[in-house]
């Protein structure tokens, strides 16, 4: 006897869509998704839209709006488990800058009719506003660990998206130490796997895409990126990117914010 | 030093350590050496010694590592890379198993033990000890890794006594190096002084003798083996680094709420490079992955690192959550309660986790500042 397929809906809040778009990446295993899920509501790939509630939502974006904050509570009622995915919905994600200024004076230079504009003061994480039940990081998104995530999903077990440093992923690699090895700067030891370390792999630092990892000490790491050169400015911003509202982050590069 | 070397000593030259290296790979080996690679010395597949970085050293200090030309062509002139052997022997990551489900049934079929017979060119001392530690952790007891157990069996090691200790060396503290005294089939001395560039060639075993048969050589001169000697006893003397260990079991569990741990903590970034660089950590998780279909899964072995949460995560959280907590349970591990679980100290003094720590943070260093003010000798008892 078949059983019934579970439902996934996929939600749009303030993002770039290239979360969602994994799932469309995804390719070889699309059409087993598709075989073993219904997707219910996918606007980025379909305008068919089969009603709650859901089995399992993956929600994309911030929440920037009021509408958008009053939103993502009947997207909560409506599912019965809820995966926020990229740095946006877990944390903010590159608009949370608004969180460090004046949202009225960016929509001023932005927009000719700025009055036209109802938003919000702050970016925040889905999670702020309700309760999620897991977070996959990045920006974007992994498709292995969509993969796993749903696979996990399906399978009734827990993911295996380990919240240790990227450090971890590169010796795994075998990758040499960028930071230790070139004086290369790199956010790696304060930063969530799951990339699979693919910067430092290029003999890039880290950018931190993936948000803080698990017990952060940004403040011991913000030593050695001075001593390679970085300035207080410098220090700022390199954790004022895609996840500057991560707590660890945040705090951070309020630290260096004179 | 000097009467440790017996008189069946040879002598190749650098044509005839091409040769001992062709005689490894036609009796079946899979040669793996120090070779350069994206500035760095790490441990890859030698075809000829024209893949050993001929004419390169390093230059190594808490948290930083550089290469540096030499003067001379030193085949084997620097120290340890960032890599250890660990690599081989007890893989980054292992596939231990996979299931397939066929209607109502399940197979499941172990993942058999790699044939690979590795031949390790250019082991120094502290990595010997640190593959004979590891030889008692994951073979010793009740339960024998089969993974490792197959490739250690079959392992040819090629060791180097060391011509020049690193910045963070501290073998001679440890009682580890410089010199190789055991485990080697064949172990190298280069000298590089005396007008030709020969190595002195000891052999260990029946295999290395066997080897050493098969590849031209003459018998060494007293001289090259007074030299020799001299080598190893100057390496001896110049350590890097120094840390006073008869005492490390006392000191350190005698000093559990020591204030250092605390301080430690707000440099520490439990990024886990420490672990994963040392030569003798063995420490790993087990992961089980099931694909969409729900038709196959596998369970994955990959390094872990006691500085991670998941490692010490029992219902209900983590049982060392602070990083104070784990990079104590991690020296105090290595130091000392090593010796009451395996017998010997888990540190070689290969200094990895001092040039490796990208805040440079230095275990000899640790060690001194708790023993400068011991808690426990200041107590009246």
Same mark, same amino acid.
């Given at each position: 006897m078949e059983r019934a397929r579970p439902k996934l809906a996929v939600w749009k809040f303030a993002s770039c869509d290239g979360c969602q778009l994994s799932l469309l990446d995804c390719e070889d295993e699309l059409l087993e998704i598709a075989g073993k899920i219904e997707i219910a509501q996918f606007l980025e790939a379909t305008r068919a839209s089969v009603e709650g509630p859901y089995d399992l939502s993956l929600v994309e974006g911030s929440v920037t709006t009021a509408h958008d904050a009053e939103r993502i509570r009947e997207v909560r009622r409506q599912s019965r488990f809820l995966v926020t995915i990229g740095a946006c919905a877990t944390s903010g994600g590159i608009q949370a800058l608004r969180n460090f200024a004046d949202v009225r004076e960016y929509a001023a230079i932005v927009y000719a009719r700025p009055d036209y504009i109802q938003t919000l003061a702050t970016s925040t994480a889905i999670a702020d506003h309700v309760k999620v039940d897991f977070e996959l990081r990045g920006c974007p998104i992994s498709t292995r660990q969509l993969v796993e995530v749903i696979s996990a999903f399906l399978a009734g077990r827990k993911p295996q998206t380990p919240s240790h440093s990227v450090c971890v992923e590169c010796k795994i690699a075998g990758n040499l130490c960028v930071m230790v090895g070139h004086g290369t700067p790199c956010l790696g030891p304060v930063t969530h796997a799951g990339c699979g370390a693919i910067c430092p792999s290029y003999n890039r630092g880290c950018y931190g895409c993936y948000g803080p990892m698990e017990t952060p000490n940004t403040p011991a790491l913000s030593v050695p990126l001075g001593s390679l050169g970085m300035d207080n400015d410098a220090l700022k911003r390199v954790y004022r990117t895609f996840n500057a509202n991560a707590d660890a982050f945040r705090k951070e590069s309020e630290r260096h914010d004179q | 030093m000097a009467d440790q070397i017996d008189g069946a000593m040879a002598t190749l030259t650098v044509e005839g350590l091409e040769k001992l290296l062709q005689a490894i790979q036609a009796r079946g080996y899979r040669a793996v050496g120090p070779t350069l690679e994206n500035q760095a010395i790490v441990y890859d597949d030698v075809e000829s010694i024209n893949d050993l970085p001929r004419g390169w050293t390093d230059e190594q200090d808490g948290g930083r590592y550089r290469l540096l030309r030499r003067g001379d062509d030193a085949l084997f002139g620097y120290s340890v890379g960032p890599q250890s052997w660990k690599k081989y022997l007890h893989a980054p990551k292992l596939r231990l198993w996979t299931a397939e489900r066929h209607g109502d049934d399940i197979s499941v079929a172990p993942e058999p033990p790699t044939g690979d017979r590795l031949a390790f060119i250019g082991v120094r001392a502290c990595e010997m000890r640190a593959i004979e530690i590891q030889d008692r952790v994951l073979l010793g007891d009740l339960y024998a890794d089969p993974h490792y157990q197959a490739l250690r069996a079959r392992a040819l090691i090629v060791a180097v006594n060391c011509g020049q200790a690193g910045g963070v060396c501290f073998c001679a503290s440890m009682q580890a190096g410089p010199r190789v005294t055991e485990g080697f089939d064949l172990a190298l001395t280069e000298l590089l002084d005396g007008g030709e560039h020969v190595f002195l060639v000891e052999a260990g075993s029946d295999e290395g003798r066997a080897l050493l048969a098969l590849t031209p050589h003459r018998a060494a001169s007293d001289d090259e083996i007074r030299a020799a000697a001299a080598v190893i006893e100057r390496t001896a003397s110049s350590m890097g680094r120094e840390m006073r260990s008869d005492d490390l079991n006392e000191l350190l569990t005698n000093n559990l709420e020591h204030p250092r741990w605390d301080e430690v903590a707000t440099r +520490?970034?439990? +990024?886990a490079n420490c672990t994963l660089v040392c030569p003798t950590c063995f420490c790993t998780s087990v992961e089980d992955v099931s694909d969409l279909a729900g038709e196959r899964a596998e369970r994955w072995r990959r390094w872990d690192s006691c500085f991670t949460m998941d490692f010490s995560y029992i219902h209900g959280g983590s049982v060392r959550a602070s990083a104070k907590s784990r990079y104590r349970q991690w020296m105090t591990h290595k130091l000392a309660t090593w010796i009451d679980q395996f017998g010997s100290s888990g540190c070689v003094g290969c200094g990895r986790c001092i040039t490796w720590c990208p805040v440079g943070i230095d275990i000899t260093e640790e060690v001194r500042a708790i023993r400068g003010c011991d808690a426990s000798a200041e107590e009246p008892r």
């Amino acid at each position: 006897m078949e059983r019934a397929r579970p439902k996934l809906a996929v939600w749009k809040f303030a993002s770039c869509d290239g979360c969602q778009l994994s799932l469309l990446d995804c390719e070889d295993e699309l059409l087993e998704i598709a075989g073993k899920i219904e997707i219910a509501q996918f606007l980025e790939a379909t305008r068919a839209s089969v009603e709650g509630p859901y089995d399992l939502s993956l929600v994309e974006g911030s929440v920037t709006t009021a509408h958008d904050a009053e939103r993502i509570r009947e997207v909560r009622r409506q599912s019965r488990f809820l995966v926020t995915i990229g740095a946006c919905a877990t944390s903010g994600g590159i608009q949370a800058l608004r969180n460090f200024a004046d949202v009225r004076e960016y929509a001023a230079i932005v927009y000719a009719r700025p009055d036209y504009i109802q938003t919000l003061a702050t970016s925040t994480a889905i999670a702020d506003h309700v309760k999620v039940d897991f977070e996959l990081r990045g920006c974007p998104i992994s498709t292995r660990q969509l993969v796993e995530v749903i696979s996990a999903f399906l399978a009734g077990r827990k993911p295996q998206t380990p919240s240790h440093s990227v450090c971890v992923e590169c010796k795994i690699a075998g990758n040499l130490c960028v930071m230790v090895g070139h004086g290369t700067p790199c956010l790696g030891p304060v930063t969530h796997a799951g990339c699979g370390a693919i910067c430092p792999s290029y003999n890039r630092g880290c950018y931190g895409c993936y948000g803080p990892m698990e017990t952060p000490n940004t403040p011991a790491l913000s030593v050695p990126l001075g001593s390679l050169g970085m300035d207080n400015d410098a220090l700022k911003r390199v954790y004022r990117t895609f996840n500057a509202n991560a707590d660890a982050f945040r705090k951070e590069s309020e630290r260096h914010d004179q | 030093m000097a009467d440790q070397i017996d008189g069946a000593m040879a002598t190749l030259t650098v044509e005839g350590l091409e040769k001992l290296l062709q005689a490894i790979q036609a009796r079946g080996y899979r040669a793996v050496g120090p070779t350069l690679e994206n500035q760095a010395i790490v441990y890859d597949d030698v075809e000829s010694i024209n893949d050993l970085p001929r004419g390169w050293t390093d230059e190594q200090d808490g948290g930083r590592y550089r290469l540096l030309r030499r003067g001379d062509d030193a085949l084997f002139g620097y120290s340890v890379g960032p890599q250890s052997w660990k690599k081989y022997l007890h893989a980054p990551k292992l596939r231990l198993w996979t299931a397939e489900r066929h209607g109502d049934d399940i197979s499941v079929a172990p993942e058999p033990p790699t044939g690979d017979r590795l031949a390790f060119i250019g082991v120094r001392a502290c990595e010997m000890r640190a593959i004979e530690i590891q030889d008692r952790v994951l073979l010793g007891d009740l339960y024998a890794d089969p993974h490792y157990q197959a490739l250690r069996a079959r392992a040819l090691i090629v060791a180097v006594n060391c011509g020049q200790a690193g910045g963070v060396c501290f073998c001679a503290s440890m009682q580890a190096g410089p010199r190789v005294t055991e485990g080697f089939d064949l172990a190298l001395t280069e000298l590089l002084d005396g007008g030709e560039h020969v190595f002195l060639v000891e052999a260990g075993s029946d295999e290395g003798r066997a080897l050493l048969a098969l590849t031209p050589h003459r018998a060494a001169s007293d001289d090259e083996i007074r030299a020799a000697a001299a080598v190893i006893e100057r390496t001896a003397s110049s350590m890097g680094r120094e840390m006073r260990s008869d005492d490390l079991n006392e000191l350190l569990t005698n000093n559990l709420e020591h204030p250092r741990w605390d301080e430690v903590a707000t440099r +520490c970034l439990t +990024c886990a490079n420490c672990t994963l660089v040392c030569p003798t950590c063995f420490c790993t998780s087990v992961e089980d992955v099931s694909d969409l279909a729900g038709e196959r899964a596998e369970r994955w072995r990959r390094w872990d690192s006691c500085f991670t949460m998941d490692f010490s995560y029992i219902h209900g959280g983590s049982v060392r959550a602070s990083a104070k907590s784990r990079y104590r349970q991690w020296m105090t591990h290595k130091l000392a309660t090593w010796i009451d679980q395996f017998g010997s100290s888990g540190c070689v003094g290969c200094g990895r986790c001092i040039t490796w720590c990208p805040v440079g943070i230095d275990i000899t260093e640790e060690v001194r500042a708790i023993r400068g003010c011991d808690a426990s000798a200041e107590e009246p008892r």
